[in-house]
């Protein structure tokens, strides 16, 4: 079992900036591929991004791609993601995944509020 708590959200201006962490504990946090997904008002979750436990392949949605990072830090148990030149359409829940042997886990979600 894995638990997965998101945090670093919030309201910023377009063009601002938010780094989201999300902490996981359990023992099958081991390798596994982590990511985020985001849920906006009225529309389906989408992916976001996905780390291997490696770190070496890193995937990311077209649509922030330039502007998000993901990255982790294992011996933290924690998964990162920053997001630069935030956009208003990036107003979202965004969720924190953590995948292995085909067990995906979820975290409770951080909201992520842009105004222009």
């Known amino acids: 079992q894995v638990q997965l708590v998101e945090s670093g959200g919030g309201l910023v201006q377009a063009g601002g900036s938010l780094r989201l962490s999300c902490a996981a504990s359990?023992?099958?946090?081991?390798?596994?591929?982590m990511g985020w997904y985001r849920q906006a008002p009225g529309k389906e979750r989408e992916f976001v991004a996905s780390i291997s436990w490696s770190g070496n392949s890193i995937y990311y949605a077209s649509s922030v791609k330039g502007r998000f990072t993901i990255s982790r830090d294992n011996a933290k148990n924690t998964v990162y993601l920053q997001t630069n030149s935030l956009k208003p359409e990036d107003t979202a829940i965004y969720y924190c995944?953590?995948?292995?042997?085909?067990?995906?886990?979820w975290g409770q979600g951080t909201q992520v509020t842009v105004s222009s």
């Open positions: 995944y953590s995948r292995k042997d085909g067990d995906v886990y």
């Open positions: 359990g023992r099958t946090f081991s390798n596994s591929d």
